[in-house]
C-alpha cells in the first residue's frame, strides 16, 4: 500500500509542485492586494482616533435587569475589592451590563476572599506593605495620572494582571475623554462668537511646577503675545459660569498644556476645549492626531521656536477664514469627558466583569511591572528635583526639548 501510493505521489509530483507554487504565489498576491486595499481604505474612510473609540466600549441601551438578593448567593459572582478606600468608585454599580455578575466591595478585609482587586496607585500601591496574593486573584493596576506623578514600582514583579490607565496599550483603556462622531453632521455657525472675541490667548493652571515645565513655555512664549493666567498659578480662579463665558465667548485660544510629555497623556484640558468655541493650543507626549481631527488644534510641537508659534498666531489673527478653519470638525465631532464617577467609566467596567467571568481568556501576568509603567530607570525616576529626573526618563515621557 505504502509503496504504491508513494509512487502515486512521485509521479504527479512536478504538476503538484507548479500547482501548488502558482497556486500559493496567486493566494499571495491577491491577499497582498486585499491587505493593502484594506489598509489604504480603513486609513483613509475611517478617520484618524478609531483605534481610541473602538477600544472603548459601550453598554447596550437596552436595560438589565438588576443583580436580585439570591444571585449574589451564587459562586457566579465575582467580587471586586476596591484596595483601601478612599475610591471613588464606590456608588457605580453594574447594572446595564451584559455581564453584570459582578459587585465592589470596599469592606476592609475583604482582600483575600475576593476574586479581583483593584489598587489605586495614589492611595495603596506603595512598595513597603504589598499584601500577600492569594491563588488565582486577579490584580488590576488603576492611575489616572502620568508616571512621574505616581510611584515607582520595583517590588510589583509577577503580581499585576490588569491595568485600566489611560494608556493604549492598557487592558482597560480610561482616556480623560473622546470624541465622538455625530450620528449626522451639524452646519455650526460660530462665525458672529468669533467676532465678538475680544482677548487672545488664555490658560488654567492650578500646578505651577510640573514636568514638563511648563511655566517656561509660557513664560518664553509671553515674549510675544500676551497670556492670561487664570487659576491659583496666575490671577487666581474662576467659577464655572465665568469659566464657561472666558471660554466661550471671550478668549481665542487656550493653552492645553499638560503637566508631563507622556505617552498617550492628554488630559480634560484638551478634551475639554471642544465644548467651547476655542482653538486649543495643546503641548504635550501623546500623538494628538489619534485623539482629535488634524486641523482642529494647534500643536507646540509643530513649531521649531516659540517665536514660531507667535508668529502662527499672528498670521490667524488678520486672517479669520484660517482661524475659523480650526471649527470646521466642530461639524462632525463632539466631545464628551470620562469623569471620574460618571457611567461613562461603567462601561469599562463592564468590561472588567466580562472578563473576570472569562479569566482563561484574558489571563495576563505583567512580570516587570515597573518598565511597562515607569521606564527601565528605576532609582533615576524620582530624585526631588523634576529638572534632574528628566535626564534618565526616556521610555514614556520625555523632557521638554522647545524652550526656545
Ligand atoms: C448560579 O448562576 C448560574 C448562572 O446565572 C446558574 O446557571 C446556576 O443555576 C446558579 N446556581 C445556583 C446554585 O443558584
Ligand atoms: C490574608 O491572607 C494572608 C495569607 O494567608 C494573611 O497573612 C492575612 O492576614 C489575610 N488577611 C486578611 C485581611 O484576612
Ligand atoms: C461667578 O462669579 C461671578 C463674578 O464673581 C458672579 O457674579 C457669579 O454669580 C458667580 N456664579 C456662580 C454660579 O457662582
Ligand atoms: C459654547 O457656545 C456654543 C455655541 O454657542 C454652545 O453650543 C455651547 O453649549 C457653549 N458651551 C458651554 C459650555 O456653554
Ligand atoms: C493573575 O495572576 C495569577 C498569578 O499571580 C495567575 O495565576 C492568574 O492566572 C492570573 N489571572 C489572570 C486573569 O490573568
Ligand atoms: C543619568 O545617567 C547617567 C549615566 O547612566 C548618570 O551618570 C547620571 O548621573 C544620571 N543622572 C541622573 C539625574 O540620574
Not at 489598509?39 to 484618524?48: A, C, I, W
Not at 489611560?166 to 473622546?178: A, K, N, Q, V, W
Not at 507626549?285 to 488644534?297: E, K, T, V
Amino acid at each position: 500500500m505504502d509503496g504504491k501510493q508513494k509512487s502515486r505521489c512521485g509521479r504527479f509530483s512536478s504538476t503538484h509542485w507548479y500547482n501548488n507554487t502558482f497556486r500559493s504565489v496567486f493566494f499571495a498576491i491577491t491577499l497582498s492586494v486585499f491587505c493593502v486595499t484594506m489598509f489604504l481604505f480603513s486609513t483613509v474612510f475611517s478617520g484618524y482616533y478609531d483605534y481610541v473609540m473602538l477600544t472603548v466600549r459601550h453598554i447596550s441601551q437596552e436595560k438589565i435587569p438588576s443583580i436580585i438578593a439570591h444571585e449574589k448567593a451564587n459562586h457566579s459572582m465575582k467580587t471586586i475589592y476596591l484596595h483601601t478606600s478612599p475610591f471613588y468608585w464606590n456608588s457605580i454599580n453594574f447594572d446595564g451590563c451584559e455581564e453584570n455578575r459582578c459587585e465592589l466591595i470596599t469592606k476592609p478585609g475583604s482582600l483575600n476572599s475576593s476574586d479581583c482587586v483593584v489598587f489605586h496607585f495614589k492611595v495603596n500601591m506603595d512598595n513597603k506593605n504589598i499584601p500577600s496574593k492569594p491563588r488565582g486573584q486577579v490584580w488590576v493596576f488603576y492611575a489616572r495620572e502620568a508616571p512621574p506623578r505616581t510611584l515607582t514600582y520595583p517590588h510589583w514583579h509577577n503580581l499585576v494582571n490588569w491595568t485600566f490607565t489611560l494608556r493604549r496599550d492598557s487592558d482597560f483603556l480610561m482616556p480623560y475623554g473622546r470624541l465622538f462622531q455625530r450620528p449626522k453632521p451639524v452646519s455650526l455657525d460660530f462665525s458672529k462668537i468669533i467676532q465678538r472675541k475680544s482677548k487672545g490667548v488664555a490658560a488654567m493652571i492650578g500646578n505651577c511646577h510640573t514636568e514638563s515645565l511648563r511655566d517656561q513655555y509660557i513664560n518664553l512664549f509671553e515674549q510675544y503675545r500676551e497670556v492670561d493666567i487664570y487659576g491659583s498659578c496666575g490671577k487666581g480662579s474662576v467659577n464655572i459660569s465665568q469659566r464657561h463665558s472666558l471660554l466661550n465667548e471671550t478668549y481665542k485660544y487656550y493653552l492645553s498644556f499638560e503637566n508631563s510629555l507622556c505617552r498617550d497623556y492628554i488630559t480634560e484640558k484638551a478634551f475639554d476645549m471642544y465644548s467651547f468655541v476655542t482653538v486649543p493650543i495643546v503641548r504635550g507626549g501623546a500623538l494628538y492626531d489619534l485623539y482629535f481631527p488634524p486641523g482642529s488644534y494647534i500643536n507646540t510641537n509643530d513649531f521649531s521656536t516659540v517665536k514660531e508659534l507667535a508668529d502662527h498666531l499672528k498670521f490667524l489673527d488678520s486672517n479669520p477664514e484660517a482661524y475659523s478653519s480650526y471649527f470646521k470638525s466642530r461639524n462632525y465631532f463632539g466631545s464628551k469627558l470620562f469623569t471620574k464617577n460618571k457611567l461613562s467609566e461603567n462601561n469599562i467596567l463592564c468590561d472588567l466583569c466580562k472578563r473576570l467571568h472569562n479569566p482563561k481568556k484574558y489571563v495576563r501576568l505583567y512580570n516587570n511591572f515597573q518598565t511597562w509603567w515607569n521606564s527601565e530607570d528605576i532609582k533615576k525616576l524620582h530624585p526631588s528635583k523634576f529638572d534632574a529626573a528628566w535626564k534618565n526618563y526616556t521610555v514614556h515621557c520625555k523632557p521638554p526639548t522647545d524652550l526656545h
